[in-house]
Structures are given as structure tokens and as C-alpha cells.
């Protein structure tokens, strides 16, 4: 069976480099980097939820997160600054390739009434960023572990500035991102 990098290399770059006329296959946007975030503002009263979205992170990625600090304190949210609020991961090279593979075939089919990927979630950058609502539609978890139902967000960063760029790369990659028009 074919990986999603040979498939990158071998049809992705071909399909771009006619759909954009690009000269040279350098020109070719390709993805740099995933990064999973999850936010836990249930931490500044029990730190065992930050434990909890640790571990989920790093058996989901096979990589460990870092713990995300708040920037300042706010006195109604009782957090402090400086103060543990969240995980993130950062993935490149085969490991990102392995996860993007992972999150196409087996996470987002798990997806309970999925009907897509909203095309509207570029950020005017090249960068697409997509959330996911349940932790519990990645086979690395177990059910029985899980202590809280908790979402993360997962953002594609590409080589291109240009969403409709971004936008291309992904669907070629085989992200299902609804066409616009089509809902």
C-alpha cells in the first residue's frame, strides 16, 4: 500500500504543478507542519484534566506535547499568569505524514453525522485549521480511560500564502473539505 508521501510526491506535485503552471516542482506548495492544540481552562481547578489531555496527545501524535501558559492573569477566570492552561503538538516529516494517513482514514470516517470540512476555515495565510469535538474517534484512546469528553483543534500549516493554494494541496492530499457552493 502506497503512503500519503509517495502519493504526495508522485500524484499531488504532478496535479499541482499543471492546475497552477509552476516552472519548477520547488514552487509546488506542500505541507510543513500539523499542530495539535487543546485548550484546558478546566486546569485552574483540577490539574488532572491537563494530565488527562497530556497523555490523550501524546498517544494520539506518538509524540510529546508541551504544556501551553497563560500569557496574563484575569481574576474571574481565577488564572494566574503563567499558569498551565493547555497542551500542543507540533509534527513534521513521516510522523506528520503518519497522522494526516491516521486522521483521513480512520479518525474523521469515526466522525459521528460528518458531512465535511467547512472550505471557510483558511486564515488568510495558506493555514487551515479544523476542530475536533471528541478525543474518542482516535483508536489510540480507550473509552474506559477517558475521564472527560474534550475536543482540540488541528491546524495544517503549507509552504503557500494562498488559500485557494492550501486549499487544493489538502483536497489532493485527500482531506474531505467540502467544495464551496455544495453543502
Not at 28 to 45: F, H, Q, W
Not at 76 to 89: H, S
Not at 170 to 181: E, V
Request: no cysteine; hydrophobic share 40%.
Amino acid at each position: 500500500m502506497e503512503n500519503l508521501v509517495q502519493k504526495y510526491r508522485k500524484l499531488t506535485q504532478e496535479k499541482l504543478m499543471a492546475e497552477y503552471n509552476y516552472k519548477s516542482v520547488m514552487q509546488v506548495p506542500k505541507l510543513e507542519k500539523i499542530v495539535i492544540n487543546s485548550g484546558v481552562g478546566d486546569a485552574t481547578n483540577d490539574p488532572k484534566l491537563l494530565e488527562a489531555v497530556y497523555k490523550e496527545l501524546e498517544l494520539i501524535t506518538g509524540q510529546k506535547p508541551i504544556l501551553t501558559k497563560s500569557k496574563k492573569a484575569i481574576a474571574t477566570f481565577k488564572l494566574r499568569e503563567n499558569q498551565n492552561i493547555g497542551a500542543k503538538v507540533t509534527l513534521r516529516g513521516n510522523i506528520m505524514y503518519n497522522f494526516l494517513e491516521n486522521l483521513i482514514n480512520i479518525a474523521i470516517p469515526r466522525i459521528r453525522d460528518f458531512k465535511g470540512l467547512n472550505p471557510n476555515s483558511f486564515d488568510g495565510q495558506g493555514n487551515y485549521t479544523m476542530g475536533i469535538k471528541e478525543q474518542i474517534i482516535f483508536t489510540e484512546i480507550n473509552y474506559d480511560d477517558i475521564k472527560k469528553i474534550r475536543g482540540f483543534d488541528i491546524t495544517f500549516v503549507t509552504s503557500t500564502k494562498k488559500d485557494q493554494e492550501a486549499l487544493s494541496l489538502l483536497l489532493a492530499l485527500g482531506l474531505p473539505i467540502i467544495k464551496k457552493g455544495k453543502k
